[in-house]
């Protein structure tokens, strides 16, 4: 009589005529079975990977996504068939077809999960010049190598926004033609002669409206002779624009778009630094906008804010574009004169108020303003502001007896 079949010698004799890859996992995704055709399939032996984390063929992209597998399996709720990637013991991926089938106790929980796997396409090996071609034509950058006469002999990436040139065009120009620059002391090419003497650098450079960040090393030979240089130039120009914008924000005002207090102040304090030793003058205004509270409550906050802005526009058409104008708090607005004498002062301080007055909106608008003159009034920030804001209060309180343009209407 024919001895009985074992299950489990069945099941070893599936394992090993199939050529799918078979591997079970418990429910915390340690492997604990390993079929021949997985070997094949994954590269490892099942003594490599019995007891190991199935996590070792996922790309680190693909573990949260396990991890929701292992989740849903406990619910028994897991996707029967999917494709997704996996890695080979030689570090490369490949697309693979999975199914997966629970393994259930006799109380029909269960308790580890039968995957079978079948390749459905084998992803690019992550080494190679293809592989790298690839790679830099889809990054916003460019690298380039040249000879120690300074011509392109390679270039990878085309991904430069506003490149007219494709790069087998770069190829056998020199950096002064690609630059159209003849002076051999103009950046970049003053960074790349640096790399021809084993100089490294670092720095910006914007070309045709784009920011790059460029880096520049010398291209050294087996034996580390220098034979030319090796640059990489990443594109930046919309991170530019983010902190640029950023950096407006965190220094001006948002109402009226002059420059804010702490910017002013720090502008000031610079100034005082380069008048002391240049020993340059420089003047300061402070201007407090008359009546403003009177404003906001015969006309509400709205009419009280297009005054400050009235105000603002003033300002910026009648300072200089080297001058500095902030909103300094509330209903007190400042400028920062550069190399200004009293006179300049205050013939800008009567322009702006004459500018202010003629302007035919209602409610019309007045405005004190006090100056003070680096280093006559003051050697320091707080001096200068002191000064200044005394000559205002001293022309407020002369304006008091005067009715207020709010109450005029």
Not at 10 to 16: D, S, V
Not at 139 to 159: A, F, Y
Not at 383 to 401: I, P, S, V
Request: aromatic share 6%; glycine share 8%.
């Amino acid at each position: 009589m024919p001895s009985q079949l074992r299950a489990e010698q069945l099941l070893a004799a599936i394992l090993l005529s199939t050529e799918d890859a078979v591997l079970s996992f418990s429910l915390d995704g340690t492997v604990q079975t390993w079929s021949p055709g997985a070997q094949r399939l994954y590269g490892f032996a099942d003594s490599e990977i019995i007891g190991e984390p199935l996590a070792r063929l996922l790309p680190t992209a693909d573990a949260p996504a396990f991890e929701g597998l292992l989740r849903a399996a406990i619910s028994g709720e897991f996707p029967n068939q999917e494709t997704s990637p996996r890695l080979h013991r030689d570090g490369s991926q490949i697309l693979v077809r999975l199914s997966h089938t629970p393994v259930r106790d006799d109380n029909g929980h269960i308790i580890a999960i039968v995957e079978n796997g079948a390749l459905a396409s084998r992803a690019i090996q992550p080494a190679g010049e293809e592989y790298l071609k690839l790679l830099m034509d889809q990054m916003p950058m460019v690298v380039w190598t040249t000879d120690i006469d300074l011509r392109i002999t390679s270039c990878l990436g085309t991904r430069l926004r506003g490149a007219k040139i494709r790069n087998e065009e770069w190829l056998g120009k020199s950096v002064y033609e690609y630059l159209k620059c003849s002076d051999r002391h103009t950046t970049p090419i003053v960074q790349h002669y640096e790399a021809l003497r084993g100089v490294s650098s670092q720095f910006e450079y914007k070309r045709n409206n784009r920011t790059l960040e460029l880096h520049l090393e010398p291209l050294r030979s087996p034996s580390s002779a220098i034979i030319g240089c090796v640059g990489a130039g990443l594109d930046i120009t919309e991170r530019k624009k983010n902190e640029e914008k950023l950096h407006y924000q965190a220094t001006h005002d948002a109402l009226t778009g002059l420059a804010n207090y702490r910017e002013f102040l720090d502008s000031l304090e610079r100034e005082v630094r380069r008048g002391g030793r240049s020993n340059r003058s420089f003047a300061v205004l402070l201007l407090d906008l008359d009546e403003l509270k009177t404003i906001n409550d015969r006309f509400g906050h709205l009419a009280g804010n297009r005054a400050l802005k009235r105000l603002s526009e003033v300002m910026k058409e009648q300072c200089r574009v080297t001058d500095l104008a902030a909103r300094y708090g509330g209903d007190e607005f400042a400028v920062l004169l550069v190399d200004g004498d009293p006179g300049m002062a205050r013939q800008i301080a009567c322009r702006i108020e004459h500018a202010l007055g003629a302007r035919r909106e209602e409610p019309r608008l007045s405005v004190s303003i006090g100056l003070s003159v680096f280093p006559d009034d003051g050697r320091s920030v707080q001096e200068l502001l002191e000064a200044a804001d005394r000559e205002l209060y001293q022309r407020k309180r002369g304006t008091r007896d005067r009715v207020s343009p709010a109450r005029a209407r």
